[in-house]
């Protein structure tokens, strides 16, 4: 795995919009932010551009996309929000500018297909981390650990017990993201490569029932079968029928993994909330799930 160079004063960040549109107000508190850090910031060629929900039509975002890629100088790429789009996006594109000058692809949610692209056909680690649409309601500790994974590629994350959680240790390259967008990408060429690794998983908006489908896709493609660990972040907005599921969060996933002994462990403060902390995403980590708390470093 190919880990890109970590940032410096005076670095330029790209940001560009894969799915949908810009909004300016967050866009330049999300510039002010890097320009507070001393880093460079470049605006792709079409990011203020609008056609229905995305930030242009797909022949532009495409070529946004692209340059970002291709770019000569900059260190990282950081997509401005998520929503619905950037599947559209990725076939064909060219992988050997960036190549020739690996970057940090950096967001969450929808960006989960640039993460699964980068892990695969890049062969490249990326930052799972908020983006420029939520810099203004983010927490101070969320922005604080995307400039320390910038500036260090370094995590080290600890946060409280959960009951459900299986104790256990393993140290491997996470990959996974946002569980919807994840699993769109089973079977495809883009599927992320499993074997041996930790999975991370977050989700908003869902019913319970369709969650639990979801978890079963993950289990019938075999996913359970390779990982090493299991870490589970924010599932926001949870929806419910007007008859109960009758299953927790808690309940869906362990399910489908009782018959694996990796670690598990809940309650990781990463996915749709205020509350975003950074993942890195194909660089060595170690996992630990003791009887007081669980660790990522």
Avoid at 99 to 123: A, E, Q, R, Y
């Amino acid at each position: 795995m190919i880990i890109p160079e970590k940032l410096t004063k005076g670095d330029v960040v790209l940001i560009i919009a894969p799915a949908r549109k810009v909004e300016l107000k967050q866009l330049e508190a999300a510039e002010k932010l890097l320009n507070d850090w001393e880093l460079k910031v470049e605006r792709s060629p079409n990011l203020m551009q609008k056609s229905g929900i995305f930030a242009g039509t797909d022949a532009l975002r495409k070529s946004d996309l692209q340059w970002a890629l291709d770019h000569p100088q900059a260190k990282a790429i950081w997509c401005f929000r998520g929503g619905y789009g950037t599947v559209r996006l990725i076939e064909n594109l060219s992988p050997i500018g960036f190549l020739n000058k690996p970057k940090w692809i950096i967001g969450f949610s929808d960006v989960t297909v640039l993460h699964s692209f980068s892990n695969i056909i890049l062969n490249t680690a990326s930052i799972h981390a908020t983006m420029p649409i939520n810099v203004i309601e983010n927490t101070p500790d969320s922005l604080k650990s995307l400039k320390e994974v910038l500036f260090s590629v370094a995590i080290n994350h600890s946060w409280i017990f959960n009951k459900n959680n299986r104790i256990g240790e393993t140290e491997a390259e996470i990959v996974g993201g946002n569980l919807s967008v994840l699993t769109s990408m089973l079977g495809t060429n883009y599927q992320p490569d499993f074997e041996g690794k930790i999975l991370f998983i977050e989700e908003i908006d869902e019913y319970l029932y369709n969650i639990d489908r979801m978890c079963w896709q993950l289990k019938f493609a075999g996913v359970f079968n390779h990982i090493k660990g299991l870490v589970i972040g924010h599932f926001s907005k949870v929806k419910d029928n007007k008859i109960p599921f009758g299953m927790t969060i808690e309940d869906i996933i362990l399910e489908k993994v009782k018959e694996f002994d990796f670690p598990i462990a809940f309650d990781f403060s990463a996915g749709h909330e205020n509350e975003n902390q950074s993942l890195l995403f194909g660089v060595k980590t170690k996992f630990f799930v003791q009887n007081d708390k669980s660790i990522l470093k």
